[in-house]
């Protein structure tokens, strides 16, 4: 994984819609293109190689948004967070998942990552000078119950923190303060990226388990190399898939009603967000929904799209909306 971590090859596609996003590019030509959010050394960034190795080639994207919209232009693949064990949704992705269109961008795969959060300064920086604490507010912004917020409350009790971009990005920028006064929030891995870090302390996020689930997102009739090793509990895989509801605003009808019509279908999980119509407080359900039996591909395909058809028609009508978002095996 290393090796294919520190490689830079191919230069940045001239077609991409977010090139000024897009950072670096390594891999070959002719293969698959790669979204993530970037820079290199990202945990995303990991777990996207630990799933496609050298199969893909990698474009680095300055944020989430970025490598969503790169699918159809410079990318072929995108590879998102969606949840986290400790810290739960990955807000940005599900709101690109509310513009999803199903002929681009497409649930085609998932995989689950550990996640090690270190303290990285400087070198020669100590404890005792660190003054700011940068990471991604997934990690570490204070407000929310980031998955390192006791170990900041502990240890830096009186740091400020500073949200990033990425853990990476963090790291970066912690290399850039010529005051030594800052720390960041990542991976042991930015330390051999990015010579001149040190690392201070390790293992400090809040739950020993921290896993991060991922999506990989394509057209959904496009190739994918299979994958090398997905992080998902080995035994036999299950369909899933994903539907994106927007009933009418929940006051004015009865929820259980609407996930009822998903029935026999298996509901795996439920996210909500605002949905972006004028109407107030319409939320957009992502619905994820998975095989209890052991259905062939084709059998699974028309038992979601039945499921979906039966929410247009069962859920009052003209308000309603339900899209098939993936159908993938984890
Ligand atoms: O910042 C990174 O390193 C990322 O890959 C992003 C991200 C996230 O958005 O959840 C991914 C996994 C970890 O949970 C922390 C941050």
Known sequence: MFGAL????????????????VMT???????PVLAYLGPEGTYT????NDYFAESVSYISCQTIASAFHALGGSADIAFLPIENSTHGAVIETLDLLRLASSENQFIRGEALASISHCLVVRKGTKFENIQT?????????????GQCSAFIKDRLPSARTVKTVSTAAAAQQVLRDS??????????LCTKLYPGLALLAENIQDAAANVTRFIVLSAPHATLPSPTASGLPSGQPQ?????????????????????GTIQPLAIARVDRRPSLSPTLFQDTYFVKVRDSGTSTDLEWKVAVTAAASRVLTKIPHGETNCTILGIWKA
């Open 45 to 48: 960034h990991q777990a996207a």
């Open 6 to 21: 520190s490689r830079r090859a191919n230069p940045t596609p001239d077609s991409c819609p977010v090139l000024e996003d």
């Open 133 to 145: 604490v940068l990471s991604h507010e997934q990690v570490g912004e204070s407000k929310a119950l």
């Open 25 to 31: 590019a390594e891999g070959s030509p002719n293969q």
């Open 239 to 259: 369909w899933c898939a994903m539907l994106r509801i927007t009933p009418p605003p929940a006051h004015s009808l009865n929820l259980g009603d609407v996930f």
């Open 179 to 188: 005051t030594s006064t800052s720390a960041a929030i990542c991976s042991s």
